[in-house]
């Protein structure tokens, strides 16, 4: 379902379609656990190698969260960063989106955790919950229209992943991939010319990444678990052709939306899949490697939470200008894909 509403208006030369005010973002915020898990800590029990797992992925270490926290505890510490360097408080915020499939539990809504323990008493909770790892890209241009109500002033939006519980210790096909993290953005109003420029969504339906049972088709029995599929299942070939083929033909969707060659980009932040697929959709674009932040060494594959881990460390390191031009393109189960365009304020 791609955007097809053009703006007339050209506002310092780039089109800003779409949206009636501006909407960018003021504060990022990121959390990642303590425990630290290198290659050489998975070589122990799965049958696999540093060299095999770097080369592949480019993942060296990745972070898996304590016993005793969860997916809503990183939520709350990176929605806390996120409002200190927006210069808002908790209170100021007038709707909480919170995008993760490692969700908490199935009830009650995640969001609505999170709103309470920050004390944000003036915001409506939002579950997106399926989108996976384009959750981040989805809630951003969720909160940018409903910023567009005048009444909505500041949407906080989170992207968090508990992958390490939803992946099996005995399958390196997934377990050496995935992460836990959370990411997060306060976006609110911005002056013209500044702020989302154009964006693109669109998806297909796929199977090749899943978690089979726990839902009304497939509902969690002994049978079940007794077949591990209540872990995460990938096929890593299919997400490799998909990503590299949809990542690329979005944003340049996106660009020429804006009336922008993927050359003019100052900053690109993708979906932290893995580093190879970061480097070919970068070679594709014709883009210098460098303008691509890279988290994935790190931090592993984090979902929901990548892109917002990539746009905190731009920002933290000062890498980020006034005037800059950022993509931020996702990728994950579905498929589901889509790419914004912002200049920042």
Request: charged share 20%.
């Amino acid at each position: 379902m791609p955007d097809t509403i053009a703006s007339t208006a050209e506002l310092t030369g780039v089109r800003q379609g779409g949206l009636q005010f501006p909407v960018g973002i003021v504060g990022t915020g990121c959390h990642v656990p303590s425990d630290i898990v290198t290659n050489a800590d998975l070589v122990r029990t799965l049958d696999t190698t540093d060299e095999w797992i770097t080369s592949r992925t480019g993942i060296r270490e990745r972070r898996w969260l304590e016993d005793g926290r969860t997916t809503s505890d990183m939520c709350v510490a990176a929605a806390r960063q996120a409002l200190e360097n927006s210069g808002r408080a908790a209170t100021d915020i007038d709707a909480i989106i919170v995008a993760t499939f490692t969700y908490d539990q199935p009830l009650p809504s995640t969001a609505l955790i999170v709103k309470e323990a920050l004390g944000a008493a003036n915001a409506f909770p939002l579950d997106l919950g399926q989108a996976a790892c384009a959750g981040g890209v989805y809630g951003m241009l969720t909160a940018a229209h409903l910023l567009q109500n005048e009444r909505l002033h500041n949407v906080l939006v989170i992207g968090a992943e508990c992958l390490s519980r939803v992946t099996d210790p005995e399958e390196r096909s997934t377990r050496v991939f995935f992460g836990d993290a959370a990411g997060a953005v306060v976006m609110s109003r911005t002056e013209p010319g500044h702020g989302l420029l154009s964006w693109d969504l669109d998806a297909s339906l796929s199977h090749a990444v899943e978690i089979p049972s726990g839902g009304a088709s497939l509902p969690t029995t002994a049978e079940t678990v007794g077949r591990r599929q209540h872990f995460l299942k990938m096929d890593g070939r299919a997400v490799w052709v998909e990503a590299t083929k949809r990542l690329p033909e979005s944003i340049r969707a996106t660009l020429d939306r804006a009336g922008l060659d993927p050359t003019a980009v100052d900053h690109y932040v993708l979906h932290q899949a893995n580093l190879n697929i970061v480097h070919e959709a970068m070679d594709v674009l014709g883009v210098d490697r460098t303008r691509a932040g890279v988290t994935v060494d790190k931090y592993g594959n984090t979902g929901a939470a990548t892109v917002f881990t990539v746009l905190h460390q731009a920002m933290e390191r000062g890498e980020i200008n006034r005037g800059d031009l950022l993509v931020i393109s996702g990728i994950g189960a579905g498929f589901i894909w889509g790419t914004l365009c912002l200049r920042a304020g």
